[in-house]
């Protein structure tokens, strides 16, 4: 595994970059942006992060959120949230999912949403600004040493951060440590299924792409296990075909075959699970 300092530079210096690109041109990283920008490495929208949210519920929230939205899945449609609770997000980015909670979980409740790029930190807090929402909070620092008190929250979210780790097992222990009992762990991840090629998993740019650091799907509930977890499930959301992850692999400047795929799939997953309830 490549070091864990140059991934998280790799992770910090792309997701700053994205942020940077929605403050100064209006574009996320996966909208109208150039290959050499460092950023998706493609002009499209890239397969993982397109087509996350309704117009629903994205009425009300900043384009400059959405835009800078680069996630797999949408953990607050799927996540059951209610009035008065606290939620924490690993890796908040712009903030959309925060803002999103924020407004699911009502005056009486918090939102707090975690990240170590201040490029993105200073976005979230201006598209909180606009949309005009108090019961939010953004914090810096890692999801790897969480700077909040010990059960101190009722759920954690995340959206395709947690695989950027190089260390998940802390995360999943700073997780377990900051959840409440009875508190719910539900973030939207990718997993992989077989094995990915080799190349993909060597690669910084696909780790910073979200792709290199996905755990096996039964590392993932193995982990959370360990970490103190219970009732783990993991629901696919989505299974990428191949050509797909041909297509990012090139995108990564990685030339895979597609015979290489036929040993495993990767997808987007909703992972769940608890804290167990404190015996009474």
């Not at 150039?34 to 992060?49: L, R, W």
């Not at 598209?127 to 008190?149: C, H, M, R, W, Y």
């Not at 979210?157 to 009992?181: H, M, Q, T």
Request: aromatic fraction near 4%.
């Amino acid at each position: 595994m490549r070091n864990k300092a140059d991934i998280r530079e790799v992770v910090r210096d792309r997701y700053a970059s994205a942020a940077r690109q929605v403050s100064q041109r209006g574009g996320g990283c996966c909208g109208p942006v150039n290959a050499s920008d460092g950023c998706c490495g493609s002009t499209e929208k890239n397969v993982i992060t397109r087509d996350l949210y309704s117009a629903d519920e994205l009425a009300g929230i900043p384009e400059a959120a959405a835009l800078a939205s680069l996630g797999c899945g949408n953990p607050t449609a799927l996540a059951q949230l209610n009035p008065g609770e606290v939620v924490l997000d690993l890796g908040s980015g712009g903030g959309i999912d925060v803002l999103l909670s924020a407004r699911r979980v009502g005056p009486s409740g918090k939102a707090y949403g975690l990240d170590m790029t201040d490029e993105m930190l200073e976005l979230a807090r201006r598209n909180q600004k606009e949309a005009g929402v108090s019961n939010a909070e953004f914090l810096k620092g890692t999801i790897e040493d969480v700077p909040l008190p010990d059960e101190s929250v009722d759920v954690i979210i995340s959206n395709c951060v947690i695989n950027l780790s190089p260390d998940k097992d802390r995360v999943l222990r700073e997780a377990f440590r900051v959840l409440r009992p009875g508190g719910r762990f539900a973030v939207s991840d990718l997993v992989v299924q077989g094995d990915l090629p080799e190349a993909l998993r060597r690669s910084l740019e696909a780790w910073g792409g979200c792709v290199a650091g996905a755990l096996h799907e039964d590392d993932y509930r193995a982990k959370l296990s360990a970490a103190g977890f219970s009732d783990v499930e993991i629901e696919v959301t989505r299974a990428y075909e191949d050509e797909e992850v041909l297509r990012l692999a090139r995108e990564y400047g990685i030339d895979i075959g597609a015979e290489v795929l036929s040993r495993g799939r990767l997808f987007s997953a909703f992972v769940r699970a608890r804290r167990p309830a404190r015996a009474s």
